[in-house]
C-alpha cells in the first residue's frame, strides 16, 4: 500500500479497510495475493456472486492455477457455473463498488539496462503489478522491477524496465512473471 498527502503510507498490512466516496471495502492480504497470482498467469479477474446465496466467491491457488468454469459456494455449497474460464475474485470490481475509478493496466516500461553480475553484490527484481485501488488517474510504469547494490552494499539501481540483461542474458517482463507465479504456486 502507498499512501500520499496530509500523511505518507508505504508499509505491508494485513488488513486495509478502504473508505471511497460511496462505499467501504475491506481488503485482506490473501484475496490481494490471488489477485496478483491471477495477474502473473494472465488469468482475467471477475467478481462472482453465488447465483443461491449471493455470496462473493473466492478462487483459491488451485483454481486460480487450474481454470474452472465451477465453484462450490464457501457459504452454501451450491455449485456455482460461470461461462468464461476467469478466476472470481470479489476485490475485481472494488474500485467500482465503492466509487474510485477502474485501476488502469500499467503503461509497460520501454527501458533497458545492461550489467555485469560481477559488479553488485545484490540484484533483486520482480514484476510490477496493476493496483487493485487507487484514487489516481495516472497510469503507473510497469515491467520489470529492479533493485542493485553495489559492492560496498549501497543500493545504485532502482529501476522499472522493459528488459533486464545480466551478464548478456536477456529478462523481461513475461519471464519475471512466470518466475514469480512459479515460486508462489510452491508455497
Ligand atoms: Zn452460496
Given at each position: 500500500m502507498?499512501?500520499?498527502?496530509?500523511?505518507?503510507?508505504?508499509?505491508?498490512?494485513?488488513?486495509?479497510?478502504?473508505?471511497?466516496?460511496?462505499?467501504?471495502?475491506?481488503?485482506?492480504?490473501?484475496?490481494?495475493?490471488?489477485?496478483?497470482?491471477?495477474?502473473?498467469?494472465?488469468?482475467?479477474?471477475?467478481?462472482?456472486?453465488?447465483?443461491r446465496?449471493?455470496?462473493?466467491?473466492?478462487?483459491?491457488?488451485?483454481?486460480?492455477?487450474?481454470?474452472?468454469?465451477?465453484?462450490?459456494?464457501?457459504?452454501?455449497?451450491?455449485?456455482?457455473?460461470?461461462?468464461?474460464?476467469?478466476?472470481?475474485?470479489?476485490?475485481?470490481?472494488?474500485?467500482?463498488?465503492?466509487?474510485?475509478p477502474?485501476?488502469?493496466?500499467?503503461?509497460?516500461?520501454?527501458?533497458?539496462?545492461?550489467?555485469?553480475?560481477?559488479?553488485?553484490?545484490?540484484i533483486?527484481?520482480?514484476?510490477?503489478?496493476?493496483?487493485?485501488?487507487?484514487?489516481?488517474?495516472?497510469?503507473?510504469?510497469?515491467?520489470?522491477?529492479?533493485?542493485?547494490?553495489?559492492?560496498?552494499?549501497?543500493?545504485?539501481?532502482?529501476?522499472?524496465?522493459?528488459?533486464?540483461?545480466?551478464?548478456?542474458?536477456?529478462?523481461?517482463?513475461?519471464?519475471?512473471?512466470?518466475e514469480?507465479?512459479?515460486?508462489?504456486?510452491?508455497?
Open positions: 502507498h499512501c500520499d498527502g496530509g500523511s505518507e503510507i508505504d508499509d505491508s498490512f494485513d488488513t486495509v479497510l478502504v473508505q471511497g466516496p460511496q462505499g467501504d471495502v475491506v481488503v485482506d492480504a490473501e484475496t490481494a495475493r490471488l489477485c496478483w497470482l491471477a495477474e502473473m498467469l494472465g488469468r482475467p479477474i471477475r467478481a462472482i456472486d453465488c447465483t446465496c449471493g455470496g462473493a466467491q473466492l478462487d483459491r491457488q488451485t483454481a486460480v492455477h487450474h481454470s474452472s468454469l465451477a465453484r462450490t459456494c464457501s457459504t452454501c455449497g451450491h455449485v456455482v457455473k460461470t461461462s468464461d474460464s476467469a478466476v472470481a475474485n470479489p476485490l475485481a470490481d472494488a474500485w467500482e463498488r465503492i466509487g474510485l477502474r485501476p488502469q493496466p500499467a503503461r509497460v516500461s520501454i527501458a533497458t539496462l545492461s550489467i555485469a553480475a560481477r559488479d553488485y553484490s545484490v533483486a527484481l520482480w514484476p510490477t503489478s496493476t493496483e487493485i485501488l487507487s484514487n489516481e488517474g495516472e497510469l503507473e510504469l510497469g515491467g520489470v522491477h529492479v533493485h542493485a547494490w553495489d559492492l560496498e552494499g549501497e543500493m545504485i539501481v532502482d529501476a522499472t524496465l522493459g528488459t533486464l540483461t545480466v551478464d548478456g542474458i536477456a529478462i523481461g517482463t513475461d519471464a519475471v512473471r512466470h514469480a507465479a512459479r515460486v508462489a504456486l510452491m508455497h
